[in-house]
């Protein structure tokens, strides 16, 4: 069974610019959470869909945003980048929806450079 | 307000010996329990969890207790091994509520 997929891997972008990323969850999986990772930080929780409504929201600007799709793949997007936003932007699924005991499987990132 | 802490960014020990990683939370609603495990270049995995019905849960050389009393989780590997050395994340979930993860404990294991 093919792992969760998120590209780009690397990504470099200016200040102001936009991005978006994409995630593709395990096959069967329905719930996608997202996750931004800075130096030193644990793991900041962004947003999780499931079955293409947002469940859950960080304490993230509205800057910030995502979206699902049918096939459950889904994309975050960052709207007028700032040097903060250079993270590593961790992508996860989980079968059943947050709070239901169900661990995520996270894909390996996509590492945003903002410069 | 950190919901979830590790109080200790990194930890060494030597091969063979126990690891004991620990982490604390504030949020005495939080009912599940997960440890992870990342490595360089790499997203993080799952490892073990535990229920917040329970106060221990063993899976080979790895088990995580559970002291809800003093709202402390922590993580036993015995024996540890190289392979071991990672960063490892503590994560606590509310029921039908999102994960909130620690800042992480780096795990160096010396042979």
């Known amino acids: 069974k093919a792992g969760v997929t998120q590209t780009p891997r690397y990504l470099i972008k200016t200040r102001g610019q936009q991005v978006t990323l994409s995630c593709s969850p395990i096959?069967?999986?329905?719930?996608v959470s997202w996750y931004q990772q800075t130096p030193g930080q644990g793991l900041q929780f962004l947003f999780e869909?499931?079955?293409?409504?947002?469940?859950n929201k960080g304490n993230f600007p509205g800057r910030f945003s995502g979206r699902q799709f049918s096939n459950s793949r889904s994309e975050m997007n960052v709207s007028t980048l700032e040097l903060g936003d250079s993270a590593l932007y961790l992508c996860?699924?989980?079968?059943?929806?947050?709070?239901?005991?169900?661990?995520?499987?996270f894909g390996n990132g996509t590492r945003l450079t903002v410069t | 307000d950190q919901q979830v802490k590790q109080n200790s960014p990194s930890l060494s020990v030597q091969e063979g010996r126990i690891s004991i990683l620990n982490c604390d939370y504030t949020?005495?609603?939080?009912?599940?329990f997960l440890w992870y495990k990342k490595y360089p270049a790499e997203g993080p995995t799952f490892l073990i969890s535990?229920?917040?019905?329970?106060d221990k849960n063993e899976d080979g050389r790895f088990t995580v207790f559970l002291n809800k009393s003093a709202k402390h989780l922590s993580l036993h590997i015995v024996p540890s091994q190289p392979g071991d050395s990672a960063v490892y994340f503590c994560?606590?979930?509310?029921?039908?509520?999102?994960?909130?993860f620690g800042d992480g404990t780096t795990l160096t294991v010396k042979p």
């Open positions: 096959s069967g999986h329905r719930s």
């Open positions: 994560a606590a979930q509310l029921p039908a509520g999102k994960s909130t």
């Open positions: 535990i229920s917040s019905i329970k």
């Open positions: 869909y499931f079955s293409e409504t947002q469940r």
């Open positions: 996860a699924s989980s079968l059943e929806p947050g709070g239901s005991h169900s661990p995520l499987h």
């Open positions: 949020n005495s609603m939080f009912d599940y």
